[in-house]
Nanobody, 116 residues
Framework: QVRLVESGGGLVQPGGSLRPSCAAS????????MGWYRQAPGKQRELVAR???????KYENFVKGRFTISRDNDKNTVYLQMNSLKPEDTAVYYC??????????WGQGTQVTVSS
């Protein structure tokens, strides 16, 4: 099974930026749709953005141009560039891999904390 490992979270002040990454062990990485999700305290896990093997992208409305999802198939890695971060962006951020509309793997998550 494909193994996903997130990194690049951390503590940042409001208005700051982070760029978490998600590295996949699978050499067939390019065939997967990759997604970024987040889960804040007391809330359900929610979709942030999704990118297909052909780099078609879907963002949730709350991103409002602040986030950019991208992938590098040669490196088996998907990224989430997050700018203009707000306290409400504080959450554990997870990546997943999707094949034939089925989630086949989740990462363990990386903590993003936006605070003064």
């Amino acid at each position: 099974q494909v193994r996903l490992v997130e990194s690049g979270g951390g503590l940042v002040q409001p208005g700051g930026s982070l760029r978490p990454s998600c590295a996949a062990s699978e050499s067939f990485f390019s065939i997967y749709v990759m997604g970024w999700y987040r889960q804040a305290p007391g809330k359900q896990r929610e979709l942030v953005a999704r990118i297909t093997s052909g780099s078609s992208i879907k963002y949730e409305n709350f991103v409002k141009g602040r986030f950019t999802i991208s992938r590098d198939n040669d490196k088996n890695t998907v990224y989430l560039q997050m700018n203009s971060l707000k306290p409400e962006d504080t959450a554990v951020y997870y990546c997943n891999a999707i094949r034939e509309n089925i989630v086949v793997s989740w990462g363990q998550g990386t903590q993003v904390t936006v605070s003064s």
